[in-house]
């Protein structure tokens, strides 16, 4: 399947802090989405992004499409515990999943 | 919001036997689903792409005849993994997408455990 790598693969942040998760394809993709998973549980919906260079934002979270739809990020501000999970960016038509990115915030 | 479910959540089966597991779009109809596989602390893989109707799709790697998938009506796809070995146990996850116009979510189930001993 097609290669999306996401980084940093793990990520600890003290509650309160930034954090920033990064998505690269090997392709050009058509969109990207972005899915929660919280541990135990299942990949939950964020945001779907289609066009160059749009940015997105919901609540403190803010998602990117880079200008040649090759990259995406998640940037989440002041981070809070409910924050805890894994990130992963999912190329919107064919739902390969990146690598994923797991945040531990520290209270 | 959308609801898909899977049955069983565990299962653990002997080594050489069948298990099918289902999953169920409960409110709402679902044209695509697909199949996935993920190991502790690791990514979603993409099994295959099922179609209501039609024949799975499936991804380089993954045996058809190994990891059989019917998708007979529009909330239910089942995936029966035959001849289990031990190798085979792993998370299975399954998801569905939307029939109406502008669907492009995918709506996980909650997963099954399978455990092949």
């Known amino acids: 399947g097609q290669q999306v790598m996401q980084i940093p693969q793990y990520q600890h942040v003290q509650e309160g802090e930034d954090f920033t998760t990064y998505c690269n394809s090997s392709t050009t993709l058509s969109n990207i989405q972005w899915y929660k998973q919280r541990p135990g549980g299942h990949p939950v919906f964020l945001i779907q992004?289609?066009?160059?260079?749009e940015v997105k934002k919901q609540k403190r979270l803010t998602f990117q499409f880079g200008e040649a739809k090759k990259n995406s990020s998640l940037h989440i501000t002041a981070t809070q515990t409910t924050d805890v999970g894994t990130y992963f960016c999912v190329t919107g038509n064919q739902f390969y999943f990146g690598t994923g990115t797991s945040l531990t915030v520290i209270p | 919001g959308a609801v898909v479910s899977q049955h069983p959540s565990r299962v653990i089966c002997k080594s050489g036997t069948s298990v099918k597991i289902e999953c169920r779009s409960l409110?709402?109809?679902?044209?695509?689903m697909f199949w996935y596989r993920q190991f502790p602390k690791k990514s979603l893989m993409l099994m295959a792409t099922s179609n209501e109707g039609s024949k799975a799709t499936y991804e380089q790697g993954v045996e058809k005849d190994k990891f059989l998938i019917n998708h007979a009506s529009l909330t239910l796809s089942t995936l029966t993994v035959t001849s289990a070995h031990p190798e085979d146990s792993s998370f299975y996850i399954c998801?569905?997408?939307?029939?109406?116009?502008?669907?492009?979510?995918?709506?996980f189930g909650p997963g099954t455990r399978l455990t092949v001993t």
């Open positions: 992004l289609v066009k160059s260079g």
């Open positions: 998801s569905a997408r939307g029939t109406g116009p502008g669907s492009y979510e995918q709506y």
């Open positions: 409110d709402f109809q679902a044209t695509t």
